[in-house]
Nanobody, 127 residues
Framework: QVQLVESGGGLVQAGGSLRLSCAAS????????VGWFRQAPEKEREFVAG????????AYGDSVKGRFTISRDNANNMVYLQMNSLKPEDTAVYYC????????????????????WGQGTQVTVSS
């Protein structure tokens, strides 16, 4: 079982940037696809971005495509989410999660496919 911890959240003005980090322990992250999800107050959690176990395949939610970039450093058990051109509607708690399966052959967008979750990091974008 892999344990995940997010960091890098904070308060930023609209148009600004943040980089979120997802650190893994307990098991090597390099065997798992990883996704970033977010949940705003009174809204359902939504898929933001995902990356395959080897970093080749990526996927993005429509609302962040072209602004956010997911990447990973398997040597250091880390996954990152670079967020540029932030908007107030990006305000949410951001979670990273690892796929239930090792070496998954596609990047899932479904919450139910992810078995290990971090505690979340708050991102607040002011207008």
């Amino acid at each position: 079982q892999v344990q995940l911890v997010e960091s890098g959240g904070g308060l930023v003005q609209a148009g600004g940037s943040l980089r979120l980090s997802c650190a893994a322990s307990g098991s090597t992250l390099r065997r798992y696809a990883v996704g970033w999800f977010r949940q705003a107050p009174e809204k359902e959690r939504e898929f933001v971005a995902g990356i395959g176990y080897d970093g080749v395949d990526t996927a993005y939610g429509d609302s962040v495509k072209g602004r956010f970039t997911i990447s990973r450093d398997n040597a250091n058990n880390m996954v990152y989410l670079q967020m540029n051109s932030l908007k107030p509607e990006d305000t949410a708690v951001y979670y990273c999660a690892a796929d239930r399966k090792t070496y998954a052959d596609y990047v899932s967008r479904r919450e139910s496919d992810f078995g290990s979750w971090g505690q979340g990091t708050q991102v607040t974008v002011s207008s």
